[in-house]
């Protein structure tokens, strides 16, 4: 490595059409250099010209590939060309949250943004932090993932012609022409809803080992669906890069933010910083388990609402994490839920 340098990084600040590219180092002194800078096209062209630049960058300073981290933001889909190009071709590839770089950015003194000054301070977060490395996804739960989010676009679809439907039914002037054509779009909705689910259920089942403990999980935990646990396990990968609990809470919003400095001490709730498709399951799945009163976690929500003097909201998140880590002790250790075995822990409810 270069003697001149500490340490090295690359940050990339990515858009639909282009992406901007910073390399920098840590120089002896603890300032930080940047190095290079360039523009390239999000595109397999601007991809093969990026990967040039970044051997010239390379070579010239005498470093290794596995002596920097290139770190980028998640940015819809636009990130995930370029992501999968440079884990193919050996680099060692960070994804962050966009909240986290922009408070990054701010603790560093990055008042101004734009594409360019974002790049450096991904730049200087990649050789800083002790970032985890990106693995890519199963194709198989890949494409599961991508056919239930479309489900739940199509269903929030149907739920909104479906308040159009009433309204025109009740209102003083009611349009058939436009009922009909409602009534047309939602049974039209309903038939690729299920054919979307059916789908996925085939996809799980090329795979016997993760078919089968999706169906432990849904046959042994009343009130939790197939489509429901099918979700949480692809949503995140079947669990594979989670290490503890606390982890899955945080990734899914599900984690407790505190809000207390001396004498004061303000309310809590969830951060609602994650992945909302497994908040949103696990929601629908809550209630499920009001209307059907199945136990043991109508017993807890109904606890929790006595409690918190009848706020269904409060309970009703507290069954939503007690269910999301019921999913994950069971997937880890592959056992069936069993009720007489089933001990409460204390729930860590928003005061």
């Not at 190009?85 to 922009?102: A, F, M």
Request: charged share 25%; net charge positive.
């Amino acid at each position: 490595m270069n003697k001149k340098y500490l340490c090295f990084g690359l940050g990339l600040d990515i858009s639909k059409a282009t992406f901007d590219a910073c390399f920098g180092g840590k120089l002896p002194n603890g300032d930080f250099k940047v190095i290079r800078t360039k523009k390239f096209k999000n595109s397999p062209a601007g991809f093969k010209a990026f990967v040039t630049w970044i051997e010239q960058c390379r070579i010239k300073n005498k470093i290794e590939k596995l002596d920097f981290k290139i770190m980028m933001e998640v940015t819809g889909v636009y990130h995930e060309s370029v992501l999968y190009c440079l884990y193919r071709k050996g680099y060692q590839v960070c994804l962050e949250l966009g909240s986290r770089v922009k408070h990054y950015c701010k603790a560093i003194g990055l008042k101004s943004k734009n594409d360019k000054i974002d790049s450096k301070g991904m730049c200087q977060m990649a050789y800083t932090l002790n970032l985890k490395l990106w693995k890519p996804v199963s194709e198989s739960i890949l494409n599961i993932r991508s056919l239930l989010r479309h489900r739940k676009a199509l269903l929030k679809t149907k739920t909104s012609l479906g308040n159009q439907l009433h309204a025109n039914k009740i209102s003083e002037v009611k349009d058939p022409e436009v009922a009909n054509s409602l009534i047309k779009m939602i049974k039209q909705l309903k038939q690729e809803i299920n054919i979307i689910e059916a789908r996925a259920k085939l996809l799980s089942k090329s795979d016997t080992e993760f078919h089968r403990k999706v169906m432990m999980i849904t046959k042994s935990v009343f009130g939790l669906g197939f489509i429901s646990v099918l979700t949480v396990v692809s949503e995140t990968n079947g669990f594979k890069e989670f290490r503890n609990r606390k982890q899955l809470e945080s990734y899914a919003g599900l984690d407790i933010i505190e809000n207390s400095s001396g004498v004061f001490s303000g309310k809590t709730r969830i951060s609602k910083k994650g992945n909302a498709n497994i908040r949103t399951v696990l929601y629908m799945s809550v209630l499920t388990i009001i209307k059907s009163k199945s136990k043991p976690y109508y017993d807890l929500y109904s606890r929790l609402m006595k409690r918190n003097g009848g706020i269904s909201k409060k309970a009703n998140v507290a069954v939503q994490r007690k269910l999301l880590l019921i999913i994950y002790t069971l997937w880890k250790k592959d056992e069936a839920f069993d009720i007489s075995h089933y001990a409460s822990v204390k729930e860590v409810v928003p005061a």
